[in-house]
């Protein structure tokens, strides 16, 4: 009864000891990735990106030599990342001309809503006369648009990576062939596939999703009278492929814009609960039914992913932080050990599954 007893407890302390090993080895992790994510961050975009675009580069190697359909994928994938970073640049860019052009209307929203407060017994002028200064929504403009050309560096260096991650797609592969162990061999060719299918999947859902939603933007910024309506939309565009923190944003901006430009917080309001029933419809309906079970992931956990990679990598960070869910829910969902992982965390009920 004693040694049974001795036994129990010991083995109790050594999976106490392995988890604890275990979360203190993450914390390490994330401190590492915190601290490194000027490599971290492009070369994971990078992976990402090479997933997206070796399908086009393969479909061509068919076709033509290698070394031109190399050429003609990395030109396709610049242009496409170009003509992303540039439509945000440009976006922001006009936002912030027609704020600089109109700070006064920030100076006189702003007496509005102090009459409307001491009217109603709620002075604040005492607690911000001294500090307020209209001009501090256009420096978070301003702060937002240097952000925009520090995406345009980040994208720059991850560039390189990707070019050089397309010349090695094929030696990989083939030295992956080469392992003696079977099962470590087909294990990473077909996680790799799984990985790869995922990403293009989820990219093809996003983008697809975020043009109807710039194109609705657009269109109920003309009908409701909103200026730079095609700028909304193009913000809405782009800012879709960020998963909740994006179309927050996209949301938040043309609502604030609509009570500077007209000075009627009853507009304000119906612009922001038409936006947001726009993201809602799109994202809540449309976007699950098109991607269907194949990357079904729990809201909450794609919430959480994007706020905690934003954390760890900013905006980059909140822009991959999905696939990098998505890839480890594949790896996951491959292994016996940890596929309660992957159903956990899929928000898939499987019994109500016709499959």
């Known amino acids: 009864m004693a040694k049974n007893t001795l036994k129990f407890w010991t083995m109790r302390r050594d999976r106490e000891i392995r988890v604890l090993l ?3 080895a993450v914390v390490l992790v994330c401190i590492g990735l915190y601290f490194s994510h000027d490599i971290f961050a492009p070369v994971s975009f990078a992976i990402f990106t090479i997933a997206i675009a070796w399908p086009l580069q393969r479909a061509l190697q ?3 030599p290698k070394l031109l359909a190399l050429v003609v994928t990395i030109a396709v994938t610049l242009f496409v990342i170009v003509a992303l970073a540039f439509t945000v ?4 860019s006009h936002v912030v001309e027609w704020l600089v052009n109109n700070n006064d209307r920030f100076q006189a929203l702003y007496v509005q809503a102090t ?3 001491d009217e109603h017994g709620i002075s604040i002028t005492s607690l911000v006369a001294d500090s307020y200064n209209p001009s501090w929504m256009i420096g978070a403009a301003r702060e937002i648009g240097g952000r925009g050309y520090r995406l345009i560096s980040f994208i720059v260096i991850a560039f390189a990576f990707i070019v050089l991650g397309l010349l090695e797609v094929d030696v990989t592969r083939r030295n992956i062939e080469r392992l003696k162990n079977p099962e470590l061999r087909r294990s990473l060719l077909s996680a790799s596939e799984d990985i790869a299918d995922k990403f293009q999947k989820y990219m093809v ?7 109807v939603t710039g194109l609705i933007v657009w269109s109920f910024a003309l009908a409701a009278g909103i200026e730079l309506a095609t700028a909304w939309g193009i913000i809405a565009f782009v800012f879709n492929y960020i998963p909740f923190i994006g179309p927050l944003i996209a949301t938040l901006f043309p609502t604030l814009f609509a009570l500077v430009q007209t000075g009627s917080w009853e507009l304000s309001l119906a612009v922001f609960a038409c936006l947001n029933f726009i993201q809602f419809f799109t994202g809540s309906y449309l976007e699950p039914r098109m991607a269907g079970a194949t990357l079904s992931i729990s809201p909450f956990v794609v919430l959480f992913a994007v706020f905690f990679w934003s954390f760890l990598w900013g905006i980059s960070g909140a822009f991959i932080g999905a696939p990098i869910v998505i890839a480890i829910l594949a790896i996951c969902d491959r292994h016996e050990s940890t596929h309660w992982i992957a159903l956990l965390l899929s928000g898939h009920d499987k019994e109500a599954d016709p499959k």
């Open 115 to 117: 009459e409307w407060l």
């Open 205 to 211: 859902v996003r983008t697809i999703m975020s043009i």
């Open 22 to 24: 275990l979360l203190c």
């Open 62 to 64: 068919a076709k033509i």
């Open 89 to 92: 640049v440009w976006g922001l």
